[in-house]
C-alpha cells in the first residue's frame, strides 16, 4: 500500500487500517454526530472514530431525533460479516477511499511519480454551524501524513434542503502530486431501484432516460469541454415508479461548466451510491508542494417525487435574483445576419408595439461578419454596416421604451479573423497541432494573460460604450485537445470581473443552445437559453426537465414564428406563446412579416404574462402524473397558494376518444377553487362537438378534488394547449 514506506508481505499483513489510523500523532478528534435539517430535510453525519465522516442518513427530516436515538442508528446501520468479505465491514464515505476496503470507483485518484495512489485520511477536526430549522455547515479537516495530502470537506445543508458538498485537496508533501480525478458520493438506500438521468443533443437537450438500478456502476463522463448537449444534468435515483408528485428521489447535480462525472455505483455488498465531480485529464491538475485544488460543487436534493426535489432546487437559485424579467426581442431568427438599419428599426418598432422590454441584436454585427465563417474574435462594431456604430439603433431602442442587448462569443475566434491572424498563439492547441475546426471556428486559450485581458478590454469597452444591459454569451463548439480545467476557470474569472465593472449587467448562457446548464454558471449569469429550438411540442419536454433543476424565471424561452425554423412543424400560436409564458418570455419572430391578427393576439399574450410575472417566478412548479403520454398538464401555484395557472398540453394524438378527468395536484386541499379557461389560450382547437360544460362559466371545488378526483377536459387535437386559471373562490 502506498500509505506504508513497503508493501508487507503475506507473512506480514501490517497494521489493520483503524490502527494505523489512530497511531498517527496528530490523530483524529472524535466530534459525535452532525444533525442538520432544513424544510424536512435531515442529514446525519456520524463522524466518531479514526476515518472520514460517513453519511448515517440523508432523506426525510428526523426532527425528533435525540443524540441517543443517533448513536442507536449508528448501531443499527452496521452490517452483520458474511464470508469472503472484510471481518469488519467498512461504510463508505464521502470520498470513497480504496485503502478502507471500498471496491468501487475511488473518491481521490492521483499520484506521486507512482506512490501514494491509496490514501487515507483521518479526520483531524469538525467543525460545525447550526441555523436551526435553516440548515447548517460542516467543515470537515482531515490528513494522510504518509501520504503528503490534507483535505477540507466542506457541507452546506441550505433552507432550502439543497445539499451542497465540495473539497479543498492540499500538497503538504515537498514533491508534485498530481491529481486525476476527485469526486463526492452519497449513500442512498435499497429502496432506490430506479435511475433517471439525460442525454441529448443540439435542438433537443435533455431527453429522459430511465432504467433499474442493478449491480455495477453507471458512469456518465462530459468530455465536450462545456456542460453538452449530452449531459447527464441531474443523476437521480428513486424508488419504484417514482413520478412527479409520488416516490422517494435522490438526486445529484455537478455545477462546473467542463468536464464532469455523474455516477450511479451499486455493489454486490449491497451498498449504493450517488455521485459526482470534475472530470479532470490525465496530468491536467498537478500540484505543487503547498499546491491545493478546489472541487467545484456538487449539488444534491431529497423529494418526495420529482417536483419536490426541483422544487428545493428552484428556492435555492432563487435567492438573490433581479427584479420582474423583461419580456425580450431578439434578432436572429428574424433577420440571421441581414443586420441592415432600416429593417431593424422596424423590427424594434414592431417589438415595442407588442409590449417588449428588451431588444437583443444577435450574431451579425462585428467587423466582417456576413456569414458563421469569418469575424470571430474582432470585437468592434463593423464600420461598413454601422458607419455611426450601434449607436442608432440603440437611440431607437432607447425611445421605443426598451433596453438593449447583445449578442457575443468571446471564447471563440474563426482563424478567418484579424485576432486570429494576428495572434495564432492564443488559439488553443495541442502539441503544436490545433483541433479540428466545428461551426468554422477554434478556441481562444483564455489562460493566456494577453487573451483574457484582450477579451475583458473589449467587452468592458462594448457594455460601456453603449450603456448594454444584457449579453447573449454564446460558445457554439466543443473543446477538443484542449486545457479544460484552466479554460473554464478563467471564463468564470472573466464574467465575475465584467460584472464586477458593470454590476447592472445582465449576462444569458448560450452554448449551442442549451449545452451549458449548471449551477457553476448560473452563479454568474441571469438566465440561460435552454435549446435553440424553440418548435412548441419541443420546447415543452426541453423545458419540463430543465424544470428540475431552473426555475421558469432562468429560463429563456421565446416564442418563433408560425414554421419552426428548427423542426419544419407549423404551430398555433396559442401552443407557441403558452409556452413561453412558462418560462422568460421572449419573441425570435419578423414580427414586420406577422399580420395584424397575429400581433395583436401576441400582445394579448404578452400583456398576460406581464400581468402574472410576479407571481409566477415565485411559484411552486406542479406537474401531474398522467397515465397517457400524449396529454400533459403543468403549472405554477402561487407561493401563497390563492392562484395557479396550469397548461393542459396535446402532445400528440392520444390514446382514447375523450382524455377522461384530469387530476390537478398542488392546491391547498382545504380551499375551495374556481377554474376557469383563460384567455388568450382559452380556444384550442378540439375533437369535440360540443364543449365541456364548466368550460364556459367555469366550475368550483375543493384542492382536494381537484388533486384526486380531477375535472374532465376536452380532447385537443395534436399540438394544442388549452390554459386554466384557478383563483381561490
Known amino acids: 500500500m502506498a500509505i506504508l514506506d513497503t508493501i508487507p508481505d503475506?507473512?506480514?499483513?501490517?497494521?489493520?487500517?483503524?490502527?494505523?489510523?489512530?497511531?498517527?500523532?496528530?490523530?483524529?478528534?472524535?466530534?459525535?454526530?452532525?444533525?442538520?435539517?432544513?424544510?424536512?430535510?435531515?442529514?446525519?453525519?456520524?463522524?466518531?472514530?479514526?476515518?472520514?465522516?460517513?453519511?448515517?442518513?440523508?432523506?426525510?427530516?428526523?426532527?425528533?431525533?435525540?443524540?441517543?436515538?443517533?448513536?442507536?442508528?449508528?448501531?443499527?446501520?452496521?452490517?452483520?460479516?458474511v464470508p469472503n468479505s472484510l471481518d469488519t465491514p467498512a461504510p463508505?464515505?464521502?470520498?470513497?477511499?480504496l485503502a478502507t476496503g471500498w471496491f468501487g470507483l475511488p473518491g481521490l485518484l492521483g499520484h506521486r511519480d507512482g506512490r501514494d495512489w491509496s490514501p487515507l485520511f483521518a479526520t483531524e477536526r469538525v467543525d460545525v454551524r447550526h441555523r436551526g430549522a435553516q440548515g447548517g455547515e460542516a467543515l470537515v479537516r482531515a490528513a494522510d501524513v504518509e501520504c503528503g495530502l490534507a483535505m477540507d470537506l466542506h457541507l452546506d445543508l441550505t433552507a432550502d434542503g439543497v445539499l451542497r458538498m465540495r473539497t479543498v485537496l492540499r500538497n503538504t508533501g515537498d514533491q508534485p502530486y498530481t491529481l486525476d480525478g476527485l469526486v463526492l458520493a452519497l449513500p442512498v438506500p435499497a429502496e432506490a431501484t430506479e435511475l433517471l438521468d439525460f442525454t441529448g443533443r443540439w435542438s433537443r437537450e435533455r431527453t429522459p432516460q430511465r432504467r433499474p438500478f442493478s449491480a455495477g456502476t453507471h458512469l456518465r463522463d462530459g468530455r465536450r469541454g462545456r456542460t453538452g448537449s449530452d449531459a447527464s444534468f441531474i443523476m437521480v435515483a428513486g424508488e419504484h415508479g417514482f413520478g412527479f408528485r409520488a416516490g422517494q428521489v435522490w438526486g445529484v447535480h455537478v455545477g462546473w461548466s467542463g468536464n464532469h462525472r455523474t455516477y450511479a455505483e451499486r455493489l454486490p455488498s449491497g451498498e449504493s451510491v450517488i455521485g459526482g465531480g470534475e472530470l479532470l485529464q490525465s496530468g491536467e491538475v498537478r500540484l505543487a508542494a503547498g499546491a491545493s485544488y478546489e472541487s467545484p460543487w456538487t449539488y444534491a436534493a431529497h423529494g418526495d417525487g420529482l417536483d419536490e426535489m426541483a422544487s428545493r432546487f428552484h428556492r435555492h437559485l432563487r435567492r438573490p435574483r433581479r427584479g420582474p424579467r423583461p419580456v425580450v426581442v431578439n434578432t436572429w431568427e428574424a433577420v440571421y445576419f441581414d443586420h441592415d438599419l432600416g429593417r431593424l428599426k422596424a423590427l424594434v418598432d414592431a417589438s415595442a408595439e407588442v409590449g417588449a422590454e428588451r431588444f437583443v441584436l444577435d450574431d451579425g454585427w462585428f467587423r466582417g461578419r456576413r456569414h458563421d465563417?469569418?469575424?470571430?474574435?474582432?470585437?468592434?462594431?463593423?464600420?461598413?454596416?454601422?458607419?455611426?456604430?450601434?449607436?442608432?439603433?440603440?437611440?431607437?431602442?432607447?425611445?421605443?421604451?426598451?433596453?438593449?442587448?447583445?449578442?457575443?462569443?468571446?471564447?471563440?475566434?474563426?482563424?478567418?479573423?484579424?485576432?486570429?491572424?494576428?495572434?495564432?498563439?492564443?488559439?488553443?492547441?495541442?502539441?503544436?497541432?490545433?483541433?479540428?475546426?466545428v461551426r468554422h471556428q477554434q478556441a481562444l486559450d483564455l489562460r493566456r494573460a494577453a487573451a483574457y485581458r484582450y477579451l475583458l478590454e473589449r467587452l468592458d469597452a462594448l457594455v460601456g460604450e453603449y450603456g448594454i444591459a444584457f449579453l447573449k454569451w454564446d460558445h457554439n463548439r466543443d473543446l477538443i485537445d484542449a486545457g479544460v480545467h484552466g479554460q473554464t476557470v478563467a471564463?468564470?474569472?472573466?464574467?465575475?470581473?465584467?460584472?464586477?465593472?458593470?454590476?447592472?449587467?445582465?449576462i444569458e448562457s448560450c452554448s449551442s443552445g442549451g449545452a451549458r446548464v449548471d449551477l457553476g454558471i448560473l452563479e454568474r449569469t441571469d438566465r440561460v437559453w435552454a435549446s435553440d429550438c424553440i418548435d412548441g411540442v419541443e420546447r415543452q419536454a426541453i423545458q419540463r426537465w430543465t424544470g428540475l433543476l431552473l426555475p421558469p424565471e432562468l429560463l429563456g424561452s421565446h416564442v418563433g414564428s408560425a414554421r419552426s425554423h428548427t423542426t419544419g412543424r407549423t404551430q398555433s400560436l396559442g401552443l407557441r406563446a403558452g409556452t413561453a409564458l412558462f418560462g422568460h418570455f421572449g419573441i425570435e419572430w419578423d414580427l414586420t412579416a406577422a399580420t395584424e391578427d397575429e400581433r395583436a393576439e401576441l400582445r394579448r399574450w404578452v400583456e398576460l404574462y406581464k400581468r402574472m410575472r410576479g407571481w409566477l417566478h415565485r411559484g411552486t412548479v406542479v406537474r401531474a402524473d398522467h397515465p397517457d403520454p400524449a396529454l400533459w398538464l403543468h403549472g405554477i401555484v402561487s407561493a401563497e397558494r390563492d392562484q395557479a395557472l396550469f397548461a393542459v398540453v396535446a402532445m400528440a394524438t392520444a390514446v382514447s376518444t375523450q382524455p377522461g378527468r384530469l387530476r390537478i395536484p398542488g392546491l391547498d386541499p382545504h380551499e375551495r377553487y374556481r377554474v376557469r379557461p383563460l384567455p388568450p389560450g382559452d380556444q384550442p382547437s378540439t375533437n369535440a362537438l360540443t364543449p365541456n360544460p364548466w368550460l364556459?362559466?367555469?366550475?368550483?371545488v375543493t384542492g382536494q378534488m381537484l388533486a384526486e378526483v380531477g375535472l374532465s377536459v376536452p380532447p385537443l387535437h395534436p399540438e394544442q394547449l388549452l390554459l386554466l386559471h384557478v383563483t381561490r373562490a
Open 491 to 506: 471564463v468564470y474569472r472573466l464574467m465575475d470581473e465584467l460584472r464586477a465593472r458593470h454590476p447592472a449587467l445582465e
Open 92 to 97: 463508505v464515505g464521502m470520498v470513497p477511499e
Open 696 to 700: 364556459a362559466s367555469g366550475v368550483v
Open 10 to 81: 503475506a507473512g506480514d499483513p501490517g497494521p489493520d487500517v483503524d490502527a494505523r489510523v489512530a497511531a498517527r500523532p496528530d490523530g483524529p478528534r472524535p466530534a459525535g454526530f452532525v444533525h442538520l435539517q432544513a424544510d424536512g430535510v435531515g442529514l446525519v453525519l456520524d463522524c466518531r472514530g479514526a476515518r472520514l465522516p460517513r453519511v448515517l442518513h440523508w432523506g426525510r427530516a428526523l426532527p425528533h431525533a435525540t443524540e441517543a436515538d443517533l448513536a442507536a442508528l449508528a448501531l443499527a446501520s452496521v452490517p452483520a460479516t
Open 373 to 437: 465563417r469569418a469575424g470571430l474574435g474582432d470585437w468592434f462594431v463593423d464600420e461598413t454596416r454601422w458607419p455611426a456604430g450601434l449607436h442608432p439603433l440603440v437611440e431607437h431602442v432607447r425611445t421605443r421604451g426598451m433596453d438593449f442587448g447583445l449578442w457575443v462569443e468571446p471564447e471563440m475566434v474563426n482563424p478567418d479573423s484579424d485576432l486570429a491572424r494576428a495572434h495564432p498563439d492564443w488559439i488553443m492547441a495541442s502539441a503544436g497541432r490545433r483541433p479540428p475546426l
